[in-house]
């Protein structure tokens, strides 16, 4: 007993020390950041990890230029549209997926499958070109069209995932407590299948959200260039300031709604809220 | 309540297998009927055409002379169990039970009023606001039940309700299953390949195999006369014994020894003079240790020695099991029967016994025994088709 007791107490010192250096590795670059986004100009460059003079003015300068706030909005726009879009079709692909035997279904995932694996610079150039030629250029089509792409082999991914788990029993029952078709699938496949919409819809929102080659390579002027695009033209107010305040502002605030999503969406799962419906 | 008719009802699925050929079933109001059959045999496809769940290929539903074959399955007012109980796990017991009420539009005080008096029927009371992955799975399956009795629906279908829980609360379940349809007396079809769910609940019982009815009856006459091989074997546990058997001049010679045609017998094979084979079935309570027996009953019977492989003692009564020599009674019929009960380490050679003997029998396991059986039980079968000779109907 008395030995069991302490390799468990030694394993647990050496889980927590190494679960602390994995934490510390990934956030220190990101406080770093946030350290950065509070300096005031003149302690910029102090070297401090806490800073000495704490100033909120690098977010106001961002949301006062035009660049920045005309990206977010851009980034907020296109990232919505291309999540619902791509939600929406990965839904009805996914079903299909999970409920139904129809002909060319593993083409259907092997080129999906394809498409998620595809290395995406291959596709720079000759979006560029086909986007000039079509006129979506710089526009928010010409960006939409490249993430809907990428964003549903990873919604018809997670989707039929979550679509196999649901019990389809349940829509028989449901059809024979009285219910039609519709109302079938409204009240009971419907509440089922909402937290894994959800979870993809984050999922796909984050992928569009955190691009940075389409961003930079299909845009050109301030009409479509999201957040991580318009961060790498940040320019201080004049020539001679550095601009490294408000690139870590602007990389906080677009860091923040990712960071909501996660813990909203850690509580949204809720693990197995199937469980229970099938079996004894 | 409602009568239940299927008149020549087939189903062929897309793929081409056919699951039920020509079932017809007359399903009187209140009955319990219950099918039966192995796995595979189209039971749950005959129920889902009953619910609406499949569509019929060909034949008639009829549901109190309605013709169903079209209607959805909202619009027969029939309610199901399923063997998954099929519980929204997003919903309280209460709105489980309640959701049937409220889609049908039922006032809200209705509906409450008529959820707490199933509740109370089936003891769920105390969990009524509780989730169903948090339940036992008997209280899951009394929800499951507590959902389909609320809205008093014309007909209850049941797909082996009790498969899924321990052996101990399906007993318990089983008398209650009984207790509940009695009270309320709506019709009811229940399908399970338990034997003794068959035996107990139903009223009659349909046996199935390969999509085609073998026999309906009350589960008493098919155990004592069932109409072929299939349904022999397949009611009763343990099941019936068969052997092979050749008549000539007025004997059965089988591996048990000669079996003097009694008159009974000599009635159904038209006085036994033609030579024929035939496939002999004992019940296992029809042997006896020819021990306790005095010697005028001895005399009317067969004895045979046979040693014991193994012996069981139920308390009230001994299973002993034997090996005897000779061939194995060959049939398509008992073939899919051994498939079906998994029986696969039959011995190489002699057929397997087995039998229900008094408690005051002195067998021992791999001690030789003398056994007897009353000729007048035995049942003849035709090896080729099957058929009860005996049968009397
Ligand atoms: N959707 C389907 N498509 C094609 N064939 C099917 C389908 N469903 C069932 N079958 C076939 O129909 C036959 C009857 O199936 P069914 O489910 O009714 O059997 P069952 O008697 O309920 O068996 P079990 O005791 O195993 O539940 C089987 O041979 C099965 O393979
Ligand atoms: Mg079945």
């Known amino acids: 007993m008395a030995m069991i007791g302490v390799a468990t107490t030694r394993r647990k010192i050496q889980w927590s020390f190494l679960d602390l250096l994995v934490v510390v590795y990934a956030l220190v670059p990101v406080l770093w950041i946030v350290s950065l986004s509070f300096k005031s100009k003149e302690t910029l460059n102090d070297g401090n990890f806490i800073p000495r003079e704490w100033s909120i003015q690098n977010y106001v300068d961002i949301f006062q230029t035009n660049e920045f706030v005309r990206a977010l909005f851009n980034s907020i726009g296109i990232a919505l549209i291309s999540t619902f879009i ?36 291959s596709l720079v150039s000759p979006l560029f070109e086909i986007e000039r030629a079509l006129g979506l250029f710089d526009t928010w089509p010409g960006l939409i069209l490249p993430y809907v792409t990428f964003g549903l082999p990873l919604a018809i991914y997670t989707l039929s995932a979550f679509f196999k788990e649901i019990p389809w029993e349940l829509e028989k029952a449901a059809k024979m407590d009285g219910a039609t078709p519709a109302q079938a699938f409204r009240k009971v496949i419907a509440p089922l299948a909402a937290p894994g919409v959800f979870t993809t ?80 | 309540m ?127 606001d509780r989730k169903p992955s948090n339940l036992s799975g008997g209280q899951r399956q009394r929800v499951a039940m507590g959902r389909a009795i609320v809205r008093s629906p014309k007909a209850f279908l049941m797909d082996e309700p009790l498969s899924n829980l321990d052996a101990k609360l399906r007993v318990q379940m089983r008398t209650s299953v009984s207790k509940l349809q009695k009270q309320l007396g709506t ?47 397949f009611i009763g546990s343990p099941s019936m014994n068969f052997f092979p058997a050749t008549l000539a001049e007025n004997k059965l010679a089988s591996s048990l020894g000669e079996i003097a045609l009694t008159d009974r017998l000599r009635r159904v094979l038209e006085g036994g003079k033609a030579q024929r084979d035939v496939i002999v079935g004992v019940r296992p309570e029809h042997f006896e240790d020819a021990a306790l027996l005095d010697e005028a009953t001895k005399a009317t019977g067969v004895t045979f020695q046979a040693q014991v492989d193994v012996l069981e003692s139920m308390g009230s009564d001994k299973y002993a099991y034997f090996t005897v020599e000779g061939k194995q009674a060959e049939s398509s019929e008992l073939a899919e029967l051994a498939v079906d009960a998994g029986a696969s380490d039959v011995p190489e050679s002699g057929s397997q016994v087995v039998t229900r003997l008094s408690a005051a029998s002195a067998a021992q396991e791999g001690a030789a025994c003398d056994i007897w059986f009353d000729p007048d039980k035995v049942l003849l079968f035709d090896p080729s088709s099957g058929a009860n000779l005996t049968y009397t109907g």
């Not at chain 1, 850690?266 to 693990?271: F, N």
């Not at chain 2, 349909?206 to 072929?228: C, D, K, T, W």
């Open chain 1, 86 to 121: 791509a939600v929406v079709i990965g839904t009805m692909a996914a079903y299909a997926i999970a409920r139904l035997d129809f002909p060319g279904k593993r083409v259907l995932i092997g080129v999906s499958l394809l498409v998620a694996m595809f290395p995406q610079v």
């Open chain 1, 201 to 280: 819809a984050i999922l796909v929102f984050i992928l569009t959200w955190n691009d940075f080659l389409f961003a930079i390579s299909l845009t050109s002027t301030e009409a479509s260039r999201t957040v991580p695009a318009a961060l790498s033209f940040f320019t201080g107010a004049s020539q001679f300031e550095d601009p490294k305040g408000t690139i870590s502002a602007a990389a906080v605030v677009i860091t923040i709604p990712i960071i909501l999503f996660v813990l909203f969406f850690q509580r949204r799962i809720v693990a197995g809220l199937t469980s229970g419906a099938v079996k004894g």
């Open chain 2, 2 to 128: 409602a009568e239940i008719v299927l008149d020549k009802v087939t189903k062929r699925y897309p793929d081409g297998a056919i699951a039920a050929s020509e079932v017809d079933i007359n399903i009187a109001d209140g009955e319990f009927i219950i099918l039966v059959g192995p796995s595979g045999c189209g039971k749950s496809t005959t129920l889902n055409m009953i619910a609406g769940l499949e569509d019929i290929t060909s034949g008639e539903l009829r549901i109190d002379g309605a013709r169903m074959n079209e209607r959805a399955p909202k619009d027969r007012d029939i309610a199901m169990v399923f063997q998954s109980y099929a519980l929204y796990p997003h919903m309280s017991v209460r709105e489980n039970m309640a959701f049937p009420l409220r889609l049908a539009k039922v006032p809200d005080a209705t509906v409450k009023q008529k959820v707490d008096e199933a509740a109370k029927v089936l003891d769920l009371t105390q969990h009524l």
């Open chain 2, 187 to 233: 019709t009811t079809v229940y399908v399970t390949h338990d034997q003794t769910e068959a035996m107990t609940l139903g009223d009659r019982v349909v046996v199935l195999r390969g999509g085609f009815v073998q026999q309906i009856g009350s589960p008493q006459f098919l155990y004592e006369q069932p109409a072929n091989l299939f349904v022999a074997g």
